[in-house]
Structures are given as C-alpha cells and as structure tokens.
C-alpha cells in the first residue's frame, strides 16, 4: 500500500514574491528588467504547477475521459471524441515516456484510485509544463503588445496567482495546450509588426503565429477563435501598409502589388500551415488507431472494415449492399476517414443537450458566479480526509481579486476609447485658423499626430487596445449560441485578454514619468494638455515626482494577488480541511 503522506497548505514566500515586482530597482535597463521578472515568475509557477503534482493519486473531473483516450492510443484501440486530437497525442506520447503502457488503468470513474505503478507524474507534466510556460509567455506578449514592465507583470500574475489556471494545468486535460497557443499567436503577431512586411524576421514571426493556430485549433474547436484574430490582425496591419504606401508618391501598381505579395503570404502562413497541421494530426490519429474499440459504434460501416477485430468484414459489407444500405464495398481513404470523422464530431458536439450540476451560461462567467467541483475523496479517509479534517475539495474556481479586476478591464478600455474620441472631437479644427497664435511650426508637427492619436488609428498601442478588446469579444461571445452545457473553464480565452487588458489600463491610470515630461513639452492649450494626457493634475504632479510609481502600485496589486492565492489555495490543492475553514472560502452560495 501507498505510504500515508500528511498534505499541508502550500507556502507562499511573500517577501519572494514582492521582490519579483520590486526587481526594476536593481536594473540598467528594461531588458534586464524583463529577463528578472521573467525568471522570477517562471520560477514560481514551476513550484506552483509540478507543487504535489501527484496527489491526489485518484481520477479528477475530465482525467475520467482522456485517460481513456490515452489508453486507447497506447493499446491501439479506436476511440471517438469530439474534439481534434493534438492535445490528446500530446499527453499520450508524455505518458509513454514515462512508462505508460495503457492497460494498467481503466480510468472507470471519478475518484477511482491510480495504481502505485501507473507514472502519475509523467501523464500531469504535459500539462503543468505547459503552464509553467503560459506565465512568461504572457509578460512577454504584454510587452509586446508595449505595455510597460509594470504593467506586464499584471497579466503575468494574474495568470500565474489565478486557481483556474492552475488547476486546468494540473491535471491530465487538454487546455493548457490551448491556453498557450491562444497567447503565442498573440505573442507572434504582435512581434511581427515590429519588422518590415516580407522580411526574414517578419516571415517567421507570422510563421509561429501560424503554428499556434494550428496547435490551438487541432486542440479544440474554440481554439477557431485564434483564426479570427489573426485574421484582424492582419486586416489592420494591411491597412496600416496602404497608409503607409499612400503617404509616399507611389504609383497605385506598386501598391496593389505590396498588399497582394503581402495578403498571399499571410494567408499561406495564417492559413496553410494550420489547416496543414489539423490534417496531420489526424493522420497521426488515424495511424495510432488501428484496431477496433470504444469508438467504432459512432463510424459507418466501410470505415469500420478498415479496423482490426471489428466485426464488421468484408462478408458483412457486401450483405450491407444486397440489403440497400451502404453503396459499396470499397474501403474508404485517408480522406474519406477524415471528412467522416469530422462530421462524426460536428453533429456529436451539435447533439450533446443533457445538463450539468456544475453547468453554467456565458453571462456568469466574468464575475465567476459559478464554480465547478472536480473532485472529492469517496470516503473520509486518509490522506484525503481525517475526522478532524473532513473536508478535501478540488474546485474549478478563479481568484476573486484576479476574475473580479479582470472583470472591470474591458469596460475601462471601452471608456478610455470613448474618452478619446469625445477628445479628439473637442480639439481645435485643423489646421489651425490664421488668427491662432499658437506657435505654427509647432502645431504642423503636432496636429495630425493629434488627431491619429484621439482616433486611435495611428497609435500602435490604441490598435492594441482595441484588438485585444475584440479578442476578449470573440473568445466569449460566441457561447451565447452554444445550445451544449458549458463550464466556467471555458471563459479562460477571454480571460487571458481580460488581463492583458488589466495591464494596458494600468499604464493608462499610472502614466509613466518619461511620457507625462513628453506631453509637459508640448505647446498646446491646458485644456488639449489635459485631454492629451488623460490624467488628473494630482496623479500628474505624482508621477513627475516619483518615477517609481508603477512598480510600487504593481508591487501592491500583485501582494494582494498572491495572499488571496494563499488563501484559496486549499480549493485547488485539496487538502483536508475543516468545515469552518471550508465555508470561510465559499464566499457565494453558487460556489458550492
């Protein structure tokens, strides 16, 4: 029998944890800042992610299914599931490194208990190094997208203190796969814009925005979201070029000829290499897969034959057609086995309707109304629970202080956006009327980039602003129309660009110190100063005198984030608790 082990609460070494925000004090420069914070962060979520990574040593919420599928494609059983296979190969090949061999556990039911030989360890590492990777992955695709060191470190630990995260990259699920190419077509595309269109640099940072579709979308269908996306990304970086062609006094072949030459590649890479993927992660499927299984039942007759041990044969296809029911006795190609497939998997997801206890709809899911239960020991024994200690718990719940600031983010950059147009719409007409005595070589260098950026059309930063307002939009709204039971996991998507836009609202509400001396240079009126600056005078006068502003704000924000981690963390690491201590954690009765 497995030894008893005492599970304790998980530590946090706050002062660690503020010296990760604090670090700009020691540094030269922003790149070393970065290269400390993203050391600091990544060194945490390791901890967090591999902490107690096999306990409990019992099947938890969806394991029930993909261990299934990870037999399955250790035994060479076919097996049916209605999403893309890339995640599932992905945890499988981790758990025959580790010795996996697919038959020594049946993954029955939530709750049965993982035999000592079964490598618990290597079927969860997929997974939690995946989100280790996810924290630094999102800093760096916050500062890419030019928010400020301080303000990426929101985003990062938002993600890094976030029990929803934490939990989906503990156990043997799927997506944490998704989570991270989500952000690294994000990452991709936001650092190509910094190279001119069709240059090395520029092809393969639009080349790795492509791979990340292909792993999103041949991961889970909602990883389409990263399609979109990138295809608005590329709508807007097209535009910009045009601009930009047009500024000059180039004749409109040329033109044309730069969007097209660039719009061929981008859709080669945006589009060619993902759909490439997806069909090659099927054929990897199909090859694992070749005797018969759990999944046949849901496949037609001629691709039935295909499949060893099946009881459907040659003999039986041809009675299949003396009876009217199938047209031929021809087996059916790699392509056949893929279209079928597919819409084997369509009109499945188009048919789940049966309801969940832990179910939730899309309306919930910004504020985390609900929660959902993954896991609780069948009986009150050790480790899992003591007569002390009854309660063990692994939930799928957020961190209040990160989902509820999440929360306010998009509706803060919705009004930072409107802000701006209703200031643009007051500054003085242009150009400026002769009797104007503003200074007018001044105000010929400053006016249209005014006007851009009170748009927000010009602006590279307002651009991100309003891309990442839209990721938030299509990585959620499209819920509204899914008729299937959905899950408070399923929001994650939007909350990454939620965060995201946590951070460009903290550089907007915390100005830095060289941006404010900038605008303090401009000879404009102190009403166009003002609307130019967009902060109060207090905030200003702050801001010139302390440059540090930023990190001592993020230094709190990210304290805050960490002790309610501390506090919540029993929910997603399951130790045995006390009722007292269990309720003090539920802070809504639709948590329970």
Known sequence: AAP?????????????????????????????????????????????ALRNAYYPRQVVFDEFHFGKFINGYLTGEYFFDIHPPLGKLLLAFSGWLGGYDGKSMAWAAIGDSIPPDVNLFSLRA????QGSLLVPLVY????????????????????????CFLIESRLVLTDATLFCAVVLQLYASASSDKFEPLTLSWTLRTALAGLAIGIAVSTKWTGASTVAVAGLHSLVALWRTLTFERSYPSPWRRVLSSLLCQAVVRAMLLLAVPLTMYISSFYV????????????????????????GDKVNATVLEKLVTLGKIQSTELPTFWSKFIELNQEMLRANSQIRNQHIWGSNWWEWPLMQRSVLYWKPPHAQPPYATDALPYARIYCIGSPLVWWMAAVAPSLIVAMLLSSFFAFASLPSWPPSRN??????????????RVCGALGGCSHLELGRVQLLLGYLINWLPFIMVERVAFLYHFLPSLLFALMLLGVGFDAAIPSKAALLRSSDRQVSSKAHDAAAGVSEPMYRLALDEGN????????????????????????????????????RMWLKTWE
């Open 4 to 48: 008893v082990v005492v599970r304790t609460l998980p530590k946090i070494d706050l002062r660690l944890r503020v010296a990760a925000v604090l670090c700009h004090h020691l540094s030269v420069c922003e790149l070393y800042t970065d290269a400390v914070n993203l050391g600091r962060i990544d060194n945490y979520r390791n901890s967090h």
């Open 126 to 129: 997929v997974p939690a190094l």
């Open 140 to 163: 760096l695709t916050a500062r890419e997208l030019g928010i400020s060191p301080a303000g990426a470190l929101l985003p990062a630990c938002g993600v890094l203190f976030d029990l």
């Open 285 to 308: 499927h199909f090859a694992l897969l070749p005797r018969t299984g759990s999944g046949a039942s849901f496949m037609k007759p001629n691709f039935r034959a295909t499949l060893a």
């Open 436 to 449: 104007d005595t503003t200074d007018q070589k001044s105000s010929s260098s400053e006016g249209p980039a």
């Open 549 to 584: 502003v930023r990190w001592i704000a993020a230094a709190g924000i990210v304290a805050a984030m960490s002790l309610f981690f501390a506090f919540f963390a029993p929910l997603v690491y399951g130790p045995p608790m006390t009722h007292a201590d269990f309720k003090a």
